[in-house]
C-alpha cells in the first residue's frame, strides 16, 4: 500500500462527492445502504466527520497544544493547562484527538455518525452522553448495536482499554480499515513526526512506543 494513503497525506482514495462528507470510495456503496436501512427504522444517519487529512489533523493537534482549542481531561472537562506538564498535555489530547498521521480517519473508512432527526449538527458535541440512556443519538446507537454484522461495521473505540476514550459515534468500516492497520508502523510513524511542523513533538518521540501501542494499535 503507498503509505501516503495510510498517513493521511494523499487524497487519491477518496470519495469527495457521493455523500455528506468525504470518505473512502470503497466505504459509499456500503454506507449508503446503511443510511436506507437506517432511515426504513426511523433514523437520519448522518455523517459528522469522514475523511481527514493529515494537515487538517495536525492544525487540530497544534491549536489544542498552542492553547487555541479546548483540552479536555480524563473525565471530558476542559483541562487546567498551567497544572500539568508537557507530557501531560500531550496524553491528555490523545485521548480524545489522534496523533497526525495516526488517525483512522486518514484512511477514509471510518466516520463519526449521528441521527440528525434528533439532533442538529450545529448543537452536536461527539460527546459520549449524546449516545447514551436518553441521549439524542441513543436510539440509533441502540439500533446499531443490533443490526450491525461486525465482519462489516465496527466501533474501534467501543471500549476504555486505557487509551482513546470510548466513541459511540465512530463506526469503522472493517474491509477497508484491516489493511491500513496492517500498513501502519511505529517506524513510518516516527519519520512522519520527525519531519512535520508538530508541537510537543520532542514529547511524542520519547513516548512513541507507548503512544503507538496504547492509542493507535488497542482498539
Known sequence: ??????????????????LEKPVHKSLVI??????????????????A????????QLEIWNAKARG??????????PLQRLSVSKTELMFAMLRWSA???????HWGSDVDIYDAK???????QLLPCEYQESGPCA??????????????????????????APEPWHLSYRP???????????????????????????EIMQNLDVIFRKYTQSV
Open 68 to 77: 487555541e482549542r479546548t483540552v479536555l481531561n480524563n473525565e471530558g472537562r
Open 176 to 202: 477497508i480499515a484491516q489493511s491500513f492497520e496492517q500498513s501502519l508502523t511505529i517506524d513510518g510513524l516516527a519519520q512522519l513526526v520527525e519531519s512535520a511542523p508538530i508541537e510537543l513533538k520532542k
Open 49 to 56: 466527520s469522514g475523511f481527514r487529512s493529515f494537515q487538517r
Open 118 to 124: 434528533a439532533i442538529s449538527p450545529s448543537n452536536l
Open 1 to 18: 500500500m503507498n503509505t501516503d494513503l495510510c498517513w493521511g497525506i494523499s487524497e487519491e482514495h477518496i470519495d469527495f462527492c457521493a
Open 30 to 47: 456500503p454506507l449508503c445502504n446503511l443510511k436506507k436501512q437506517a432511515k426504513t427504522a426511523g433514523f437520519e444517519l448522518c455523517i
Open 139 to 164: 436510539a440509533l446507537h441502540r439500533w446499531l448495536r443490533s443490526h450491525l454484522q461486525a465482519d462489516q461495521f465496527f466501533w474501534p473505540y467501543c471500549q476504555d482499554l486505557g487509551g482513546v
Open 99 to 105: 496523533l497526525p498521521g495516526a488517525s483512522r480517519h
